[in-house]
Every structure is written in structure tokens, then in C-alpha cells.
């Protein structure tokens, strides 16, 4: 009996992990509709009425309702507003793999929605992680976007990798083990510390965790779409990167003098360097959440580009 042990833990780990995931899922269910991209189906939150609409992408270890407890209030004051989960975020299909972590295909992703909505240009915000795929959205399909608003944005190389657990769950094999036996268990352990870190040094607004489910991300499929696309983020970037002055759109920049997430000296003040035509807008105190410390700020400038591209 104690030699089964080492091969019943994982199973029992993994059955709970399954049952714990659908829990999460009932808890937050999907509120939009789905739409057909390369992708597979996409999960698009798409509401109001306006000419020119705003894409709302968000970044890593998120989902689409990470925008609500920020700015959902002020929405509906910019007209036509398109929230979705990326690839394999939130209740969004995957199937191209890691495939699927290229900036190029959630790019051609985010377009696909864009087509199947009837949209011809669109003003993208994007968050961190997001920050580099709207930008490429700017470069390899300028006649759709009509301005990019970049919340702490990830756009260039940086010294360094990322989290252990990130390259550990994006492996083949070993991180399909990895990602059904802990990351959900421990993750549910270590979110509240997780969160700190992103928002310091402001504090983890009220009821975050469950407005925003944050929990998804901790199921399997999830968890591993979200570490393959921090694992491929660094050689995305530095690929690239010594494109950004091909970008031609308007662009505003918005960042925390304290972000410690994303180094804002290393990619705000770069894309300024690389795009002068940027609006680079500095925070002072604030971290990696500017759209929760400051959604006033936030919403008047996405307003402003508004008012620029029409």
C-alpha cells in the first residue's frame, strides 16, 4: 500500500484540481458571447453604441473582468466598449497550443474579433502583458487600429526571465503534472500575496479577487496558457522591438513612477524613445495598476483618443 502512494497523490491531487476548477467556473461563469477567430472561439463582452469602438485587452493572470472593479463604472460613457478574453484566458478557447502565445497570432486573433463584429478600426487599451501585443497589433495591422492606450506596458527586452513556475508550467509533460497537481492548490494559497504585489504600493482594491475572477487563472488550462505566454514574452519583445518606429498611430502611455512589475524606466520611457509621438503620462506613487489608482486619468485619456482618431 505505501509503495501506491507516490502514484495515488498525484491522482487524487489531479481529481481534486478538476473539481475545484469547475467550483471556480460555476462561481464565475461567462458573460458574454463567443466569436470564431484562428484562435478558436474567442469569449467578447461587447456593449454600447459608438463609431469608432474601444478593445480592452487585458494582461496576464486576468481575464476580461479585471477591467470592471477599475473602470466598469465609466464605460458607458465611451461609447461601444469590446472586452475579451485573450487565447486560452478567461472562457477562451487555445488551439493552436503555444503556438498561440506568439504575439503575431493573438494579434491576428484580436483582428479576427474585429471582422466578426463588423468593426474596421478599433482604439485599443491595453494592460502590462497586453502592452507588447498592442503594440504589434500597431505594426502589423495599422488600418485597424485607430490609437493605442498603454497601461504599464511590457514592450522591451528586459534583464533577466520570469517566474520559476512560469518556465516549470510551459514545459510539455512536466508542466501538464505540474499545473494538475499544484499550481491550483498552492495558488489558492498565495493569491492574496500575489495581488499585493501587483497593486503595491497601493493596497488590493475591495472585493478585487472576486469581481475581477481571479481565480480562473488557476485552472489547468489556463494556468498553462498564461505561463506559456509569459515564458515567450522576452524573445517576442526582442523581436519586436526595433520595429516600433513603424508605429504610426496615436499612443498614450500611462505608467506608475513605482511600478516594480514592469520596469517603467525600461518600457514606457522606451516606447517614448522609440515612438516620439507617444503621450507618456507618469504617475508618481503609483504601481503596476494605474487604471485602479487613477480611473478618472484613465478614462478621460481613452475619451481623448476618442476625440483624436474621430
Known amino acids: 500500500m505505501d509503495a501506491l502512494l507516490p502514484l495515488a497523490l498525484p491522482a487524487l491531487t489531479a481529481a481534486w484540481t478538476a473539481w475545484r476548477s469547475r467550483a471556480i467556473e460555476r462561481a464565475h461563469p461567462p458573460e458574454g458571447n463567443f466569436v470564431d477567430t484562428r484562435a478558436g472561439r474567442i469569449h467578447v463582452l461587447d456593449r454600447g453604441?459608438?463609431?469608432?469602438?474601444?478593445?480592452?485587452?487585458?494582461?496576464?493572470?486576468?481575464?476580461l473582468r479585471t477591467w470592471e472593479p477599475a473602470i466598469g463604472y465609466g464605460l458607458g460613457n465611451l461609447g461601444r466598449t469590446i472586452l475579451?478574453?485573450?487565447?486560452?484566458?478567461?472562457f477562451s478557447e487555445r488551439i493552436a497550443g503555444r503556438g498561440a502565445a506568439s504575439l503575431e497570432h493573438q494579434a491576428g486573433a484580436v483582428i479576427d474579433v474585429l471582422d466578426e463584429l463588423g468593426i474596421d478600426q478599433a482604439v485599443m487599451v491595453a494592460h502590462s502583458w497586453a502592452g507588447a501585443l498592442g503594440a504589434r497589433l500597431g505594426l502589423d495591422h495599422p488600418d485597424r487600429v485607430a490609437g493605442l492606450v498603454m497601461?504599464?506596458?511590457?514592450?522591451?527586452?528586459w534583464p533577466g526571465g520570469v517566474s520559476w513556475y512560469y518556465e516549470v508550467a510551459a514545459r510539455p509533460v512536466i508542466?501538464?503534472?505540474?499545473?494538475?497537481?499544484l499550481t491550483l492548490p498552492v495558488?489558492?494559497?498565495?493569491?492574496?500575496?500575489?495581488?499585493?504585489?501587483?497593486?503595491?504600493p497601493q493596497s488590493i482594491p475591495e472585493a478585487y479577487q472576486d469581481r475581477a475572477a481571479?481565480?480562473?487563472?488557476?485552472?489547468?488550462?489556463?494556468?498553462?496558457?498564461?505561463?506559456?505566454?509569459?515564458?515567450s514574452l522576452l524573445a517576442e519583445v526582442t523581436a519586436q522591438a526595433p520595429r516600433y518606429g513603424e508605429i504610426s498611430c496615436p499612443m498614450t502611455v500611462i505608467s506608475g513612477t513605482d511600478d516594480a512589475v514592469v520596469w517603467t524606466h525600461l518600457h514606457s520611457h522606451g516606447l517614448k524613445a522609440d515612438v516620439p509621438h507617444t503621450k507618456l503620462i507618469l504617475l508618481d506613487g503609483i504601481g503596476h495598476a494605474p487604471h485602479h489608482a487613477k480611473p478618472e486619468l484613465v478614462l478621460t485619456e481613452v475619451a481623448s483618443m476618442l476625440a483624436e482618431v474621430a
Open 175 to 181: 508542466g501538464e503534472l505540474f499545473t494538475w497537481t
Open 187 to 200: 495558488g489558492e494559497m498565495w493569491m492574496q500575496q500575489g495581488m499585493k504585489s501587483v497593486f503595491a
Open 84 to 90: 475579451l478574453d485573450r487565447p486560452g484566458h478567461g
Open 49 to 63: 453604441y459608438g463609431k469608432t469602438p474601444v478593445v480592452f485587452l487585458h494582461g496576464a493572470s486576468s481575464n
Open 151 to 157: 497601461l504599464a506596458p511590457v514592450t522591451h527586452p
Open 214 to 231: 481571479i481565480p480562473l487563472v488557476l485552472r489547468p488550462h489556463q494556468f498553462r496558457a498564461n505561463a506559456e505566454d509569459c515564458a
